[in-house]
């Protein structure tokens, strides 16, 4: 599969990435676990069929010593015994906010109450904004149809 342009080395392209990586990188810096940052935008890509984002995400959490069996269950979270509570607060506040067109309410009260219970109110701003940034890369990439399978970690810096 071939992108559909070259975003990555178009001028325009490279000023909204600057602001979109800003974003990002103030997120990265946030009292939010790295980890539970990382499963989230794991699970984001995966809902969308982000194959450029899930291939980064995994390989970063990967390199940055998370388990191979965490992250291939990251899909099957629900189900899984080898998440915190909190990153199941988390997963399912990113499937919610993901998912928005699929549900008449959003992100329901249960969610969110139940995120308030893990994550203070920075690290609830972290987490929503998380969420709105790596839907965003999600969607340039799905729509550049950007391929996926040589990003290597730490390629982008």
């Known amino acids: ?30 009292s939010l676990p790295a980890a539970t940052q990382e499963l989230v935008k ?31 269950l990251v899909a099957a979270w629900r189900e899984a015994t080898v998440f915190t509570d909190a990153e199941r607060a988390a997963l399912e506040l990113a499937e919610q906010g993901t998912r928005v067109a ?3 309410e959003g992100v329901s009260d249960e969610a ?14 972290a987490l929503m904004s998380l969420i709105a940034v790596i839907n965003a890369y999600n969607r ?3 729509i550049n ?13």
């Not at 969110?112 to 701003?125: F, G, H």
Request: proline share 3%; net charge negative.
């Open 140 to 142: 340039i990439n799905i």
């Open 1 to 30: 599969m071939e992108p559909r342009l070259d975003y990555f080395g178009n001028a325009l392209a490279g000023k909204v990435l600057r602001h979109i990586n800003s974003a990002a990188m103030t997120l990265g810096s946030s």
């Open 42 to 72: 794991i699970r984001a890509s995966q809902i969308n069929g982000c194959g450029f984002c899930t291939d980064m995400h995994t390989k970063d959490a990967a390199h940055a010593g998370e388990t191979a069996i965490r992250l291939n």
């Open 112 to 125: 969110w109450t139940n995120a308030t219970k893990y994550y203070d109110e920075d690290q609830l701003v």
């Open 145 to 157: 149809r950007q391929p996926a399978g040589d990003y290597q970690p730490g390629q982008f810096g």
């Open 102 to 104: 699929d549900a008449a």
